[in-house]
């Protein structure tokens, strides 16, 4: 089992950045490649980000691509989402998630675990 807290969250004004924190505990976290995902009101979950276990290969949404950046410390059992020029559209309650140990991350992966999220409200 493993729980994931996500925090960072907050208004922000449009062009502005937010760094998200993920922090994971339960078992070991390199086990797991880890996944950023939002949901706007309305609107259903969308894939944000994806990085592998050791952290040497990530995947991005096209919507965030060159203005996201996700990263992890294996060591501290922590996946952060640095986000930059901000728009209004990133507007959403952004939630880390695992799939199964072992397990590939993309955007169509079946993540396991959840986080209860983080809301990010960017105003223009």
């Known amino acids: 089992q493993v729980q994931l807290v996500e925090s960072g969250g907050g208004l922000v004004q449009a062009g502005g950045s937010l760094r998200l924190s993920c922090a994971a505990s339960?078992?070991?976290?390199?086990?797991?490649?880890m996944g950023w995902f939002r949901q706007a009101p309305g609107k259903e979950r969308e894939f944000v980000a994806a990085i592998n276990r050791s952290g040497g290969s990530t995947t991005y949404a096209d919507s965030v691509k060159g203005r996201f950046t996700i990263s992890r410390d294996n060591a501290k059992s922590t996946v952060l989402l640095q986000m930059n020029s901000l728009e209004p559209e990133d507007t959403a309650t952004y939630y880390c998630?695992?799939?199964?140990?072992?397990?590939?991350?993309?955007?169509?992966?079946?993540?396991?675990?959840w986080g209860q999220g983080t809301q990010v409200t960017v105003s223009s």
């Open positions: 998630a695992a799939p199964p140990a072992l397990t590939i991350a993309t955007p169509t992966t079946p993540y396991r675990y």
């Open positions: 339960g078992r070991t976290f390199s086990l797991y490649a």
